[in-house]
């Protein structure tokens, strides 16, 4: 058995770290698709507003799932030594980034972004899980340009070696650091693709309220 039956248990185990924001001025922030089901969890626990922060992993050319960089709104990061082991090319890269920056866009278009002011507040950053981390630091370098009082990346799971720079991430709650990770997936009994609907329906419920029992 996994540590977690699927996006929804792991992010009630994470709310549970997280509880010290409960009722707070905090805004939970999903990075789609999976994590907004995670962070949904949260917030419907916390009893927190809800929104997205859109990013996209640059996967290395025939490795897809194996991230050398990532890019959101106002960032791109690009790792040099993920690059050089996957063989790839200044022009490599600008090509996988063109393909993303695209599908950033049409998620903007479906999903939206920005719709909660985070100016002063605590914005907690919540995915299903970190791998190389490329995108949850990309997701927190975009929300910090948004003014925050605090950034806090919240994740189920992450290697146990896993750190995020100082300068992005004000505090990193993760309830299970394991020494042996090599997916996030391997840490879940249901980890399906999440839909684009299923994200719509997640946003929706929580700007409606009826989120809050199903969530918890």
């Known amino acids: 058995m996994a540590l977690f039956a699927d996006r ?10 997280l509880e010290r924001w409960r009722g707070s001025d905090a805004v939970v922030l999903g990075i789609p698709r999976g994590g907004v089901v995670t962070a949904a969890a949260v917030a ?32 791109r990061l690009v790792e ?29 278009a479906r999903f939206g972004s920005g719709r909660v002011d985070l100016a ?12 190389t981390g490329s995108s949850a630091i990309a997701a927190c370098r975009a929300v910090r340009a948004r003014s925050p009082r605090r950034v806090v990346l919240a994740v189920p799971v992450s290697p146990e070696r896993f750190t995020p720079p100082a300068d992005v991430v004000d505090e990193f709650v993760c309830p299970h650091r394991e020494p042996d990770f090599w997916a996030v997936g391997q840490y879940y009994d249901d980890f399906a693709q999440t839909t684009d609907a299923e994200v719509v329906q997640l946003l929706g419920d929580r700007a409606t309220g009826s989120g809050t029992a199903s969530g918890s």
């Open 8 to 17: 929804r248990a792991a992010g009630r185990v994470l709310a549970h770290d």
């Open 44 to 75: 419907a626990h916390l009893g927190l507003p809800l929104d997205v922060i859109l990013v996209r992993k640059l996967g290395a050319t025939g490795h897809e799932e194996f991230a050398v960089g990532a890019i959101a709104d106002g960032v």
């Open 80 to 108: 040099p030594s993920a690059v050089r082991w996957a063989g790839m090319s200044p022009s490599d890269v600008d090509d996988v980034e063109a393909a993303e920056r695209d599908e950033l866009a049409r998620r903007s």
């Open 120 to 131: 002063g507040r605590t914005a907690i950053v919540v995915d299903d899980g970190v791998a």
